[in-house]
C-alpha cells in the first residue's frame, strides 16, 4: 500500500499516545478559526465530519482540521508543496498550542520521498527530506531517537544514493514514535486507532 500524507500532529501533553486516545471529539468552532486563520482570503464552508483515514491527502480547495484537548491534527494539501509557502502552514501550525510539540509529515505514493519537521515550543529543531532517487536532501537539527535505525548503514560511510531505507518506511516510524505513539494502522490496548480519529472538513473557496 502507498500513502499519501499531508499532516502536521501538535500535542501539548508530551505523550501523543496520552493525548491521542478513545472519544475525542473535534471543537468545530477551534476548527474554524484555525482554518480562517490558515486561509485569510478564502471563504471558509464547514462541511461536516470525517476520519484522518479519508483526511490524510485533501483536495487542494479543502483542509481536515481536529482541535482537541491538548491536541491538534491538520490535513493541508499545502504541505505538500515543500516550499515556502509549505514552510509557513508548518511554522503557523507548530505554534497553534502553547509549549507543544508538533510533527509535519510529507508522503506521496507516487514520489518516492518523505519530508518531516518537528518542533519543540514552537520551535523547528528538525527538518529533513529523504528521496529515492536524490538520497539525503535535507538533514538539519539533530536526530530523532526513531531515526536512528535508518541511517546506520549511511553512517558508517555507506552512500546515500540509492537510499538504504525506502522513504515511507521512514515517514511511517516517525509518525508511529512522533506523531501518535502507535502505527496509523494500528489499534492499541485502548481501542484507539489513529485512522479513526475525527477531523472537521472545510470547503475553500
Same mark, same amino acid.
Given at each position: 500500500?502507498?500513502?499519501?500524507?499531508?499532516?502536521?500532529?501538535?500535542?501539548?501533553?508530551?505523550?501523543?499516545?496520552?493525548? =491521542?486516545?478513545?472519544?475525542?471529539?473535534?471543537?468545530?468552532?477551534?476548527?474554524?478559526?484555525?482554518?480562517?486563520?490558515?486561509?485569510?482570503?478564502?471563504?471558509?464552508?464547514?462541511?461536516?465530519?470525517?476520519?484522518?483515514?479519508?483526511?490524510?491527502?485533501?483536495?487542494?480547495?479543502?483542509?481536515?482540521?481536529?482541535?482537541?484537548?491538548?491536541?491538534?491534527?491538520?490535513?493541508?494539501?499545502?504541505?505538500?508543496?515543500?516550499?515556502?509557502?509549505?514552510?509557513?502552514?508548518?511554522?503557523?501550525?507548530?505554534?497553534?498550542?502553547?509549549?507543544?510539540?508538533?510533527?509535519?509529515?510529507?508522503?506521496?505514493?507516487?514520489?518516492?520521498?518523505?519530508?518531516?519537521?518537528?518542533?519543540?515550543?514552537?520551535?523547528?529543531?528538525?527538518?529533513?527530506?529523504?528521496?529515492?532517487?536524490?538520497?539525503?536532501?535535507?538533514?538539519?537539527?539533530?536526530?530523532?531517537?526513531? $531515526?536512528?535505525?535508518?541511517?546506520?548503514?549511511?553512517?558508517?560511510?555507506?552512500?546515500?544514493?540509492?537510499?538504504?531505507?525506502?522513504?515511507?518506511?521512514?515517514?511511517?516510524?516517525?509518525?508511529?514514535?512522533?506523531?501518535?505513539?502507535?502505527?496509523?494502522?494500528?489499534?492499541?490496548?485502548?481501542?484507539?486507532?489513529?485512522? $479513526?480519529?475525527?477531523?472537521?472538513? =472545510?470547503?475553500?473557496?
Amino acid at each position: 500500500m502507498g500513502w499519501s500524507v499531508a499532516l502536521a500532529c501538535a500535542n501539548s501533553g508530551g505523550d501523543p499516545g496520552a493525548v =491521542f486516545r478513545p472519544g475525542l471529539e473535534p471543537d468545530a468552532r477551534a476548527g474554524l478559526d484555525l482554518a480562517r486563520r490558515l486561509y485569510p482570503a478564502a471563504a471558509i464552508e464547514p462541511t461536516g465530519e470525517t476520519v484522518l483515514d479519508f483526511a490524510l491527502w485533501p483536495y487542494e480547495d479543502e483542509v481536515f482540521i481536529g482541535a482537541y484537548p491538548g491536541g491538534l491534527a491538520v490535513c493541508d494539501r499545502r504541505l505538500f508543496q515543500l516550499d515556502d509557502g509549505a514552510r509557513r502552514v508548518a511554522d503557523m501550525i507548530a505554534t497553534e498550542l502553547p509549549n507543544a510539540d508538533c510533527g509535519v509529515l510529507v508522503l506521496h505514493d507516487r514520489v518516492s520521498a518523505c519530508w518531516f519537521r518537528w518542533y519543540t515550543k514552537g520551535h523547528l529543531v528538525r527538518d529533513v527530506y529523504v528521496t529515492g532517487e536524490d538520497g539525503v536532501v535535507v538533514d538539519q537539527g539533530e536526530r530523532l531517537p526513531a $531515526e536512528a535505525p535508518f541511517w546506520k548503514t549511511i553512517d558508517r560511510g555507506a552512500p546515500d544514493v540509492p537510499l538504504p531505507f525506502t522513504p515511507e518506511e521512514f515517514g511511517l516510524e516517525l509518525a508511529r514514535a512522533c506523531l501518535f505513539g502507535r502505527e496509523l494502522t494500528g489499534r492499541g490496548d485502548d481501542g484507539f486507532l489513529p485512522l $479513526e480519529l475525527p477531523l472537521r472538513r =472545510f470547503r475553500l473557496a
